[in-house]
């Protein structure tokens, strides 16, 4: 467990980073596998509900906390408040998710007609209800260790948080065949978790943080507020939005169709795993830099993000889309056959989601979080009105159209917002972040273009250029040499 407490370069974090979510999406993906398989379409869709439900309730009550973390704790280091910021930030966070516990407990049935439009599966929202606290707490672990940049604890959090759910979600869900049994596995793994990196954690800030003379700032929390305030917005809008596509094809098609959609969604979200580990990885490097005067360098470096990681994952999501179908029906089923059709529209909203993340970065940097709200706020009636336009008229195929194209007009407004607030914007980058679009041709064109793409980035200046080459191949040459000092 102390070896985790370890930072390093840039390439290795990112890549010890991308190797535990890569890890985490497949075993969640397995996990998903196995539960559609276990539970039936229908079951699997109420418990993909409940879910739901969880991350949207800790969106709420975490008040955007956890998103500062990265930018303010290199700050808090220099002024030596560490213990003093994360303290007060988890008392607030922590006391008020156990406050929104206790109300669903209290009130389960009204939870579940709100919910569910029935008011039977109260115990579902019972075990929901437990389920919050624990995320909060380790939702907190894992951007804390990340904004300390100790990425390797902080991967590992989340990573064995996913495995112990697996395993026991298995085992409940063929002792109780329900939703409510996937749930509660849910918030046992969450403890376990807890219980492993909460007493490292402890033990890192007191030895970073010896608090030798009592740390004090006024007015603390509404400096720390007015920086997440956006960034409680922004999540409840964000699940909100991923929200309305399984609640829409609830109400106006099947529960069986809002599980096979949301099968779909599990396999499409293991892409994101690249672009959320480089964002991850990246953020609190480049907070850092900003703080240390050497802006031009953090955009530049910013710059360089957005395009190697556009280019990486549309060919990487081209790499789905092909495999998607026989991948679906030797994993899930036949039942599960038409999540196919969906696979292209969804690759595409999450490589857009990955390119949101990126430009948020510089609105983080220059301390503007309202961006991505905006961008929401505007995306997300629109997404509403697609689904019940599309819906009726394509099922799922309608439920994740909507979804993209909702999204597109969500990446122009960030991206428009952003280059306001002064974030220089490449010709070269606009056209990368775009490349995800290419997945919606017919599959030679995609190859045929995809592959262009490549090779003008390896031997061309149009996406990355010759310094650009410089400066990935010194990292990567830097890495290897301390991998090889390692060794001997």
């Given at each position: 467990m102390e070896k985790l407490l370890r930072q390093d370069r840039i390439s290795t974090s990112v890549g010890l980073v991308l190797g535990f979510l890569?890890?985490?999406?497949?075993?969640?993906?397995?996990?998903?596998?196995?539960?559609?398989?276990?539970?039936?379409?229908?079951?699997?869709?109420?418990?993909?509900?409940?879910?739901?439900?969880?991350?949207?309730?800790?969106?709420?009550?975490?008040?955007?906390?956890?998103?500062?973390?990265?930018?303010?704790?290199?700050?808090?280091?220099?002024?030596?408040?560490?213990?003093?910021?994360?303290?007060?930030?988890?008392?607030?966070?922590?006391?008020?998710?156990?406050?929104?516990?206790?109300?669903i407990l209290l009130f389960p049935s009204f939870f579940s007609r709100l919910i569910y439009?029935?008011?039977?599966?109260?115990?579902?929202?019972?075990?929901?209800?437990?389920?919050?606290?624990?995320?909060?707490?380790?939702?907190?672990?894992?951007?804390?260790?990340?904004?300390?940049?100790?990425?390797?604890?902080?991967?590992?959090?989340?990573?064995?948080?996913?495995?112990?759910?697996?395993?026991?979600?298995?085992?409940?869900?063929?002792?109780?065949?329900?939703?409510?049994?996937?749930l509660l596995a849910y918030a046992l793994?969450?403890?376990v978790a807890v219980g492993l990196f909460l007493p490292l954690l402890i033990r890192y800030l007191q030895v970073e943080d010896p608090g030798g003379?009592?740390?004090?700032?006024?007015?603390?929390?509404?400096?720390?507020?007015?920086?997440?305030?956006?960034?409680?917005?922004?999540?409840?809008?964000?699940?909100?939005?991923?929200?309305?596509?399984?609640?829409?094809?609830?109400?106006?098609?099947?529960?069986?169709?809002?599980?096979?959609?949301?099968?779909?969604?599990?396999?499409?979200?293991?892409?994101?795993?690249?672009?959320?580990?480089?964002?991850?990885?990246?953020?609190?490097?480049?907070?850092?830099?900003?703080?240390?005067?050497?802006?031009?360098r953090a955009l530049d470096n910013l710059d360089l993000t957005i395009r190697v990681t556009a280019v990486g994952l549309a060919v990487t999501g081209f790499v789905l889309v092909l495999l998607g179908r026989p991948l679906i029906l030797s994993l899930l089923g036949a039942e599960y056959s038409s999540a196919a059709d969906v696979l292209p529209y969804l690759v595409v909203f999450y490589l857009m989601t990955v390119s949101v993340w990126l430009f948020g970065v510089f609105a983080s940097l220059v301390e503007k979080t309202y961006v991505s709200t905006v961008g929401l706020a505007i995306a997300l009636p629109v997404n509403i009105g697609l689904?019940?336009?599309?819906?009726?008229?394509?099922?799922?195929?309608?439920?994740?159209?909507?979804?993209?194209?909702?999204?597109?007009?969500?990446?122009?407004?960030?991206?428009?917002?952003?280059?306001?607030?002064?974030?220089?914007?490449?010709?070269?980058?606009l056209v990368a972040s775009l490349f995800p679009f290419l997945l919606l041709l017919p599959k030679i064109p995609a190859a045929v273009i995809l592959g262009g793409v490549v090779v003008a980035s390896l031997v061309t200046d149009w996406i990355i250029d010759r310094r650009d080459r410089e400066r990935i191949g010194g990292e990567l040459a830097a890495l290897l040499r301390l991998k090889r000092k390692r060794s001997s």
């Open positions: 890569i890890g985490q999406k497949v075993v969640a993906f397995a996990r998903g596998i196995v539960f559609a398989r276990i539970l039936g379409s229908a079951e699997y869709g109420i418990y993909t509900l409940g879910f739901f439900f969880v991350l949207i309730t800790v969106a709420i009550t975490s008040l955007g906390i956890p998103s500062a973390f990265g930018r303010f704790a290199p700050r808090y280091r220099a002024k030596g408040g560490l213990k003093f910021f994360f303290r007060k930030s988890y008392v607030l966070n922590i006391s008020i998710s156990v406050a929104a516990a206790v109300i439009g029935d008011a039977s599966f109260d115990r579902v929202m019972m075990v929901a209800a437990v389920c919050i606290p624990g995320l909060v707490i380790l939702t907190n672990l894992f951007t804390t260790f990340s904004g300390l940049k100790l990425f390797r604890a902080g991967a590992a959090v989340q990573f064995s948080q996913v495995v112990i759910f697996a395993g026991l979600g298995t085992a409940l869900a063929v002792i109780s065949g329900s939703a409510a049994g996937a793994s969450m403890l003379k009592p740390f004090e700032e006024r007015e603390f929390y509404r400096k720390l507020l007015r920086f997440t305030i956006w960034f409680t917005v922004t999540p409840i809008l964000v699940q909100i939005f991923h929200y309305v596509d399984r609640l829409s094809l609830q109400r106006l098609m099947t529960a069986s169709d809002q599980g096979i959609y949301s099968a779909a969604v599990n396999l499409c979200a293991t892409i994101s795993a690249v672009g959320l580990a480089v964002n991850n990885v990246v953020f609190p490097h480049l907070s850092t830099t900003w703080e240390e005067g050497r802006r031009d689904n019940l336009l599309l819906i009726p008229r394509l099922g799922i195929v309608g439920a994740g159209l909507a979804t993209m194209l909702s999204y597109a007009m969500l990446w122009f407004v960030v991206v428009g917002i952003c280059v306001r607030l002064g974030m220089p914007l490449r010709r070269k980058t």
